[in-house]
């Protein structure tokens, strides 16, 4: 167990949505990654947020956005969703200065999105 | 941006026996290069790192060297055991976090 937590485990839902996930980083950690894995795309970078400011943005969609709290929980919103964005989601948290580079970062379980 | 690639993409072993991955990057700035290991089911998990200013590092079977001038890094498990069985993926890191694509180790009993 990572001690990184990851809401809803599995969701499902139509064209055109819009989900919630929800993500607790390990006590003390203070950034937070999230990933998107699927088939064709192997784990692909997202969004990086450091103690609520966002910090680094990867291959993240408009549609995508995502925040992070003043109690260091992350939500990644995800709207007018496709077929292709069904994925599984990870976020990870690390101890972190702000920058990738050195931090080890600590994956959760992750989040299935299944889009009908 | 970071471009990082990995071979082989599926690796088929007898329990025993070593199992090397290898990945090539392209930023040279790159300098935080981990290993992680994903089960079916579960997130990745850490198994071993590497930083630019060191070239091989090792931890009871698994090590990872790296070659900074040729731009590449891999992974070595030896005395292979069937639960060593699972998806590793190697990554690059400067800024952004770069994922290879993926090996699936499976190793035979």
Redesign the interface.
Known sequence: D?G?TQTPKHLITATGQRVTLRCSPRSGDLSV?WYQQSLDQ????LIHYYNGEER?K?NILERFSAQQFPDLHSELNLSSLELGDSALY?C?SSVGSG????????????TRLTVL | GENVEQHPSTLSVQEGDSAVIKCTYSDSAS??F?W?KQEL??????II?I?SNVGEKKDQRIAVTLNKTAKHFSLHITETQPEDSAVY?C?A??????????TRLTVKP
């Open positions: 990572s990184v990654y192997g784990l692909q970078f680094a990867g990870f990870a920058r990738f580079s050195y931090n080890e970062q600590f994956f959760g379980p992750g | 300098n935080y981990p992680y089911g579960k997130g990745p998990q850490l790192d930083r993926f990554a890191s400067n800024n952004d976090m770069r994922f290879g694509a993926g």
